[in-house]
Every structure is written in structure tokens, then in C-alpha cells.
């Protein structure tokens, strides 16, 4: 077990629809990092919060939106969805800002648009 | 330049064989070239890393050799176990553009069947 904590572990939704994932650090992680996995992609970086802050961004899509709360969980939302949007996401955890120590994942959450 | 191609898609071995992963990429920039393995279910979990100024390096029965002219690197399983059947990926860390941060590339991974 990581330490990382997320829910929900399924999520089945309509085209157009809206959810909302949510990510718990590892106790002490300041960094937390989202990735999509999917078949054809494999697993790609999507953005970074490091203590409530922006960090980094990889791909992510316009549609998509994180943000870290004070208490360190984070939220990915992602919105106005496509069947292309089936996937995988994690997310991970660190302790530092740069993106330079060891990345522990969550479970992930299995995302269904149907 | 930030692509990291993994092979081969999958594999499958006998129990006590020697599956080996191969990894490569293009971009001098990647400093640290960390191994994943995920079981069904379940998040990626790091296995074992290496840097650049290093050939080799081994932890327990997993073992990264590394190239850096050719600029490949692989995964050995020495006397693999059916609890090895994963999938495993290689990893690249490589600055992000735009700023100070680095980031990790991934390979497509490789799903690994050890049979009993």
C-alpha cells in the first residue's frame, strides 16, 4: 500500500457530463501529480500541485482542471467529457517541488464515458 | 525527444526464466531512469532505478543494465515467479518544458506472464 488514497475507484458517466476525482498524499507529501493511463497514450503526466500551488503541466486537456486544497488532497475535474476520455487516472505523490524524488501512486480511479 | 519506446508489448516466460525489457530513448537531458511494476488493479509502484553513470545495477533478483552511448537501458528478472506477472514500465526524468521542474516519461509498458 502507498499511502495514496483515492476515490472513487469506478466512475461510469454519460458524454458531456462532469466528474470530479479526488486524491489523497501520502502523509507528509507536499507534491501530488496526476497521470492518465490509457491503451494507446500508456501513462501521461497531466499536471503537478506542489503545497496549493500549480507546478508543472504536462498534456492536459483544456476541458481539465486540478487544484490542492490546504489540507493537500487534490481534485482533478474534468468536464464536458468524451468517449476518448475513458481511461485510467492516478495520481502519485512526493515530498519535494521539483519532481526530483521517488512518486508513490494511488490505486486510480477507472473513468467509463459512455 | 521525449518519447521513451519500451519492448517488446508483452512476454510471456516460464517460471525460473529470464524475461528481459527493453527500453530506449533519445533525449540526453533524462537524468534518472526509474522501473515500475503494476499489478491488476493497482497503481504503479517503483521496483528499482538507476542513473546514467552507472552500467548496472542490481536489487535482489531485478537487475537494470544500462547503455548510455546507445542510449537504451533493460530490465532483467533473474529466476522470474509467477508472482512477477505485471505489467512494467520504464520511466525517463527529464526537465518539463517551460520551467524548473522534471517530469517522468513513461514507456507504453510491458505485460509480463511468468507460467507455473
Known amino acids: 500500500d502507498s499511502g495514496v488514497t483515492q476515490t472513487p475507484k469506478h466512475l461510469i458517466t454519460a458524454t458531456g457530463q462532469r466528474v470530479t476525482l479526488r486524491c489523497s498524499p501520502r502523509?507528509?507529501?507536499?507534491?501530488v501529480y496526476w497521470y492518465q493511463q490509457s491503451l494507446d497514450q500508456g501513462l501521461q503526466f497531466l499536471i503537478q500541485y506542489y503545497n496549493g500551488e500549480e507546478r508543472a503541466k504536462g498534456n492536459i486537456l483544456e476541458r481539465f482542471s486540478a487544484q490542492q486544497f490546504p489540507d493537500l488532497h487534490s481534485e482533478l475535474n474534468l468536464s464536458s467529457l468524451e468517449l476518448g476520455d475513458s481511461a485510467l487516472y492516478f495520481c502519485a505523490s512526493s515530498n519535494l517541488p521539483g519532481g526530483e524524488d521517488t512518486q508513490y501512486f494511488g490505486p486510480g480511479t477507472r473513468l467509463t464515458v459512455l | 525527444q521525449q518519447q521513451v519506446k519500451q519492448s517488446p508489448q508483452s512476454l510471456i516466460v516460464q517460471k525460473g526464466g529470464i524475461p528481459i525489457i527493453n527500453c530506449a530513448y533519445e533525449?540526453?537531458?533524462?537524468?534518472?531512469f526509474p522501473w515500475y511494476q503494476q499489478f491488476p488493479g493497482k497503481g504503479p509502484a517503483l521496483l528499482i532505478a538507476i542513473r546514467p553513470d552507472v552500467s548496472e545495477k542490481k536489487e535482489g533478483r531485478f537487475t537494470i543494465s544500462f547503455n548510455k552511448s546507445a542510449k537504451q537501458f533493460s530490465l532483467h528478472i533473474m529466476d522470474s515467479q509467477p508472482g512477477d506477472s505485471a505489467t512494467y514500465f520504464c520511466?525517463?526524468?527529464?526537465?518539463?518544458?517551460?520551467?524548473?521542474?522534471?517530469?517522468?516519461?513513461f514507456g507504453k509498458g510491458t505485460l509480463l506472464t511468468v507460467n507455473p
Open positions: 520511466a525517463a526524468r527529464g526537465p518539463n518544458s517551460g520551467g524548473s521542474n522534471y517530469k517522468l516519461t
Open positions: 502523509s507528509g507529501d507536499l507534491s
Open positions: 533525449n540526453t537531458a533524462f537524468d534518472y
